[in-house]
């Protein structure tokens, strides 16, 4: 009898781990020998189970993610008007578990709210002596808060009553807050135009003053971002350029850019001429000046105000304001290595060279690959983008609503985008509209994609919170 349960047991379990081994097949993972082997699986020994994305990878995931993006709905609506002490909301921002969301308020609060039940948690009012500006997770239990007080706030979510610590060293607002992991370090930028870095576990006085390092001091500056893994520092600015820092080394960062900042400047980019001037290289810290916009605007009429960068790190996604009062675009540039460049003026030659930049001119391709329309409502305020986890989406202000675009109509991820045999990537193709939600009173601001649900969350200017999951 003993026997027999036992056999049932292990049955069990084989049929289990096959299910598990055809699960994993099914959505193109690698399996390990030992789980092939207990299925009964004939398979050559020593070797993994992969899959060729161009052949074998079957669809399923993503047709189960596309249909549930296109049902997304609006579920919950909470208030968080002046009525109520908050005003506006300026930045949303989940904990990388999911677990909770943080919204950044106008009149000096930040709100958590249970993600699932979509319900206030806990209000932190007085977080600072001005608006809170913008929320950046350090773990699933940290997180960061940059305001127009110029200080940045540290917080643990298991008790908000009062911040971990307080940051000073910034002259004007503090705009984007990131958290560089391969040092732990924060880096911070605001329109003071700097670029600082930060050691949150040292300090220099007994007054627990902290240390700070500024990286680089760029005019104009509108935000900062890092990409995941550490490799990159995206600047966006409002006299229309982005630059890219290749190869990110922080250490050496601040002399490596020591001069760097008078030669940053726009250069010409025409339809019939694809180059972006003088190109340099150097093996750490490689900067590299990006330019190129829709209809070849003139880049000096642009300014970028808002910038996320890709899951994976392959493009950067910004929002930018013409000077047509009624036009904005939404664009989508590459950012990989394949043309990593520094893009100066002839004039930097000798001081780039003695600075470990060599190989003076070469023709690379434009950066911009997708771009669309957007309106202009909410004029003076600035309307932050959001992507899904896995990059396919990408969220806009839309009015009194939001609106989901896509790189194709079959929401495919870019690594999947098939080209015609003459190109690598697209250039300047139009962003799909998968759908458009209007559930506002008032102009949005920002968004967030919750990092492992399909969910989205949306705030505008009233201090409305709209949570949207899929209604099916």
Same mark, same amino acid.
């Given at each position: 009898?003993? #026997?027999? +349960? /036992?056999?049932?047991?292990?049955?069990?379990?084989?049929?289990?781990?096959?299910?598990?081994?055809?699960?994993? %097949?099914?959505?193109?993972?690698? @399996?390990?020998m030992?789980?092939?082997?207990?299925?009964?699986?004939?398979?050559?020994?020593?070797?993994l +189970? #992969?899959?060729?994305? /161009?052949?074998? *990878?079957? %669809?399923?995931?993503?047709?189960?993610l596309?249909?549930l993006?296109?049902?997304?709905?609006?579920?919950s609506?909470?208030?968080?008007?002046?009525e109520?002490?908050?005003?506006s909301?300026?930045?949303?921002?989940?904990?990388?578990?999911?677990?909770?969301l943080?919204?950044?308020?106008?009149?000096?609060?930040?709100?958590l709210?249970?993600?699932?039940?979509?319900?206030?948690?806990?209000? @932190?009012?007085?977080?600072?002596t001005?608006?809170?500006?913008? @929320?950046?997770?350090?773990?699933?239990?940290?997180?960061?808060?940059?305001?127009?007080?110029?200080?940045?706030a540290?917080?643990?979510?298991r008790?908000t009553? #009062?911040k971990?610590r307080?940051?000073?060293?910034?002259?004007?607002?503090?705009?984007?807050?990131?958290? $560089?992991?391969?040092?732990?370090?924060?880096v911070?930028s605001?329109?003071?135009?700097?670029?600082?870095?930060?050691?949150?576990?040292?300090?220099?006085?007994?007054?627990? @003053?902290?240390?700070?390092?500024?990286?680089?001091?760029? %005019?104009?500056?509108?935000?900062? *971002?890092?990409?995941?893994?550490?490799?990159?520092?995206? +600047?966006?600015?409002?006299? /229309?350029?982005?630059v890219?820092?290749?190869?990110?080394?922080?250490e050496?960062l601040?002399?490596?850019?020591e001069?760097?900042?008078?030669?940053? *400047?726009?250069?010409?980019?025409f339809?019939?001429?694809?180059?972006?001037?003088?190109?340099f290289?150097r093996?750490? =810290?490689?900067?590299?000046?990006?330019?190129?916009?829709?209809n070849?605007?003139?880049?000096?009429? +642009?300014?970028?105000?808002?910038?996320?960068?890709?899951?994976?790190?392959?493009?950067m996604?910004?929002?930018?304001?013409?000077?047509?009062?009624?036009?904005?675009?939404?664009?989508?540039?590459d950012?990989?290595?394949?043309?990593?460049?520094?893009?100066?003026?002839?004039?930097?030659?000798?001081?780039?060279? &003695?600075?470990?930049?060599?190989?003076?001119?070469?023709?690379?391709?434009s950066?911009?690959?997708?771009?669309?329309d957007e309106?202009?409502?909410?004029?003076?305020?600035i309307?932050?983008?959001?992507?899904?986890?896995?990059? *396919?989406?990408?969220?806009?202000?839309?009015?009194y /609503?939001? %609106?989901?675009?896509?790189?194709?109509?079959?929401l495919?991820?870019? &690594?999947?985008?098939k080209?015609? =045999?003459?190109?690598? #990537?697209?250039r300047?193709?139009?962003?799909?509209?998968?759908?458009?939600?209007?559930n $506002?009173?008032?102009?949005?601001?920002?968004?967030?994609?919750?990092?492992?649900? &399909?969910?989205l969350?949306?705030?505008?200017?009233?201090?409305r919170v709209?949570?949207?999951?899929?209604?099916?």
């Amino acid at each position: 009898m003993t #026997s027999n +349960l /036992g056999l049932g047991q292990q049955n069990k379990t084989d049929n289990f781990k096959a299910i598990e081994w055809l699960r994993a %097949r099914e959505i193109g993972l690698a @399996v390990p020998m030992s789980t092939a082997a207990s299925t009964g699986v004939s398979r050559p020994r020593n070797k993994l +189970l #992969s899959y060729d994305p /161009g052949r074998h *990878r079957p %669809r399923t995931t993503d047709s189960i993610l596309r249909k549930l993006y296109q049902k997304l709905s609006n579920t919950s609506v909470k208030d968080t008007s002046y009525e109520r002490g908050f005003g506006s909301i300026f930045n949303l921002e989940f904990s990388p578990d999911g677990r909770v969301l943080v919204a950044a308020c106008e009149r000096r609060a930040m709100i958590l709210f249970d993600p699932l039940t979509a319900r206030p948690i806990c209000n @932190v009012k007085n977080a600072h002596t001005d608006c809170v500006n913008c @929320v950046t997770f350090f773990d699933d239990r940290t997180f960061a808060s940059g305001s127009d007080d110029n200080t940045i706030a540290l917080w643990d979510i298991r008790n908000t009553k #009062s911040k971990v610590r307080s940051f000073e060293g910034h002259t004007n607002w503090v705009k984007s807050i990131e958290f $560089h992991r391969p040092t732990n370090q924060m880096v911070s930028s605001g329109f003071d135009g700097s670029v600082l870095l930060w050691d949150i576990n040292k300090y220099v006085t007994d007054d627990n @003053v902290p240390i700070y390092d500024e990286l680089l001091n760029f %005019r104009t500056l509108m935000r900062m *971002r890092l990409t995941a893994d550490g490799t990159k520092m995206l +600047l966006s600015s409002a006299s /229309g350029l982005y630059v890219v820092i290749h190869d990110l080394n922080l250490e050496h960062l601040m002399e490596d850019m020591e001069g760097i900042e008078d030669f940053i *400047r726009p250069v010409p980019f025409f339809q019939e001429e694809l180059e972006h001037g003088h190109i340099f290289y150097r093996k750490r =810290n490689r900067v590299e000046v990006v330019n190129d916009f829709p209809n070849y605007h003139t880049s000096e009429y +642009l300014c970028i105000s808002s910038l996320i960068v890709h899951p994976q790190g392959w493009n950067m996604i910004s929002r930018m304001s013409t000077d047509d009062d009624n036009l904005e675009y939404t664009c989508v540039h590459d950012i990989q290595d394949n043309y990593s460049t520094i893009a100066l003026h002839e004039e930097g030659k000798e001081f780039f060279e &003695c600075h470990g930049y060599h190989k003076p001119f070469k023709v690379i391709h434009s950066r911009l690959l997708y771009y669309i329309d957007e309106p202009s409502d909410g004029k003076g305020y600035i309307k932050e983008l959001s992507v899904s986890p896995d990059g *396919r989406l990408i969220c806009s202000s839309f009015g009194y /609503g939001v %609106r989901l675009l896509a790189f194709n109509t079959g929401l495919s991820e870019l &690594c999947d985008i098939k080209h015609s =045999n003459s190109e690598v #990537s697209p250039r300047r193709a139009k962003l799909h509209e998968v759908t458009t939600m209007s559930n $506002h009173r008032q102009t949005v601001l920002t968004s967030a994609f919750s990092p492992n649900q &399909c969910l989205l969350v949306s705030g505008c200017l009233n201090g409305r919170v709209v949570f949207y999951n899929p209604r099916l």
